[in-house]
């Protein structure tokens, strides 16, 4: 009789085994956490006062993400089988300088927040999300959009954070073709008598081909609706943008053209270029320049110019400096730097940068 239990028992184990090693044969998932810190020095010559606009003069700040927004986040995919994929996104900005919320639309996970499929028809992901436009613009910036003096700068400058940080959105990216690869995004705005309030569209297309990248994307939205968020993500505008660049071994040189019209303020036409390269496995050095003109009124422009380095200590740790100057004439307000320094002031600032970051 005992005998028979411990048969019995047996069966019941082994029963329960196979049914775990036959669901996760077919369904596999995981999720990974990951997360940037990222913390600066930061000087510049000139400051704005914002109470009326003039230089406040020299400043020396510890600022978070000198280079690159300190953030954390959860990702997870999971394989459902016949090459389908479900998967999701939960990233929130961190500020190493004081603990509270850093670069995001100032909510817990105010970066991303999105859930998604994978097939072999294209992707879908549904959540805030980063739209075509944002992304097209930081594949064409010659220094990442780094947060020191890049193209990030006169883009949050613009719009703040509309089309980074893109609320209530459905997107759609096609498989590459060819070469060729597309994503469309749509934003859900609305509000009480006006269904088009905050609603939002971006569509970015572009063609890779060994070391050629060319891409182009434009963004339209409309201000209001019921989804505002502490920092502006529906600022109206119309922006476009097209790029080139092309990797010759460790150096890649990129070049675009940039436009942001918005409503009550600039209408910037952004020139830029640059390089990137890796002098060392260990060591890269990138560098640009960016002309920005106001179409409505040309005695409004700018000129920014940087160089950066940065020496890897490991896979996940880096050291890195920065230089950068800023050029500003009429009403053109350039900063160098999204933390401490986004805005600037008539003239010359010349600003630096150096600091560490760490990937988990």
């Known amino acids: 009789m005992v005998e028979k239990r411990r048969f019995a028992r047996r069966k019941i184990v082994s029963g329960v085994v196979m049914m775990l090693f036959v669901s996760s044969a077919h369904s596999q998932s995981s999720v990974t956490l990951y997360g940037i810190v990222d913390a600066g020095l930061l000087y510049t010559s000139k400051t704005l006062n914002s109470q009326n606009g003039q230089n406040a003069g020299k400043q020396f700040s510890l600022i978070d993400a000198g280079s690159t927004p300190s953030n954390f986040g959860l990702k997870g995919v999971e394989d459902l089988g016949c090459g389908v994929k479900a998967e999701f996104r939960l990233e929130s900005g961190i500020s190493v300088a004081n603990g509270g919320f850093g670069i995001s639309n100032g909510n817990l996970f105010g ?123 529906t600022v109206e505008f119309f922006g476009r943008t097209l790029g080139a660049s092309y990797k010759f071994s460790s150096l890649t040189v990129k070049a675009s053209f940039s436009s942001y019209k918005v409503a009550g303020s600039f209408s910037n036409d952004v020139y830029g270029g640059g390089f990137d390269y890796y002098v060392l496995p260990a060591l890269n050095l990138n560098g640009g320049v960016w002309f920005t003109t106001d179409r409505n009124d040309t005695s409004n422009h700018s000129v920014m110019g940087a160089i950066g380095t940065q020496y890897f200590l490991s896979k996940s740790t880096s050291l890195y400096g920065e230089v950068g100057v800023v050029n500003n004439h009429g009403k053109m307000n350039t900063g160098l730097s999204i933390d401490g320094a986004l805005y600037g002031v008539a003239g010359t600032t010349v600003g630096t940068v150096v600091g560490i970051r760490h990937l988990f």
Not at 130 to 144: E, Q, T
Not at 169 to 187: H, K, M, N, R
């Open 111 to 233: 970066r991303q927040a999105w859930v998604g499929l994978q097939t072999g028809y294209g992707e879908v992901k549904a959540g805030l999300q980063y739209s075509p436009f944002f992304l097209a613009l930081f594949r064409l910036d010659p220094r990442g959009t780094s947060t020191f003096a890049s193209g990030a700068i006169i883009y949050v400058d613009s719009v703040a954070a509309t089309g980074v940080f893109t609320s209530n959105a459905v997107s759609y990216t096609s498989p590459v073709i060819g070469g060729f690869q597309g994503s469309v995004l749509y934003a859900l705005g609305g509000q009480a008598g006006d269904f088009a309030a905050g609603r939002q569209y971006s569509a970015d297309l572009k063609y890779e081909n060994g070391s050629l990248l060319v891409d182009a994307a434009f963004f339209n939205g409309n201000s209001g609706g019921t989804g505002q968020t502490p920092i502006p993500t």
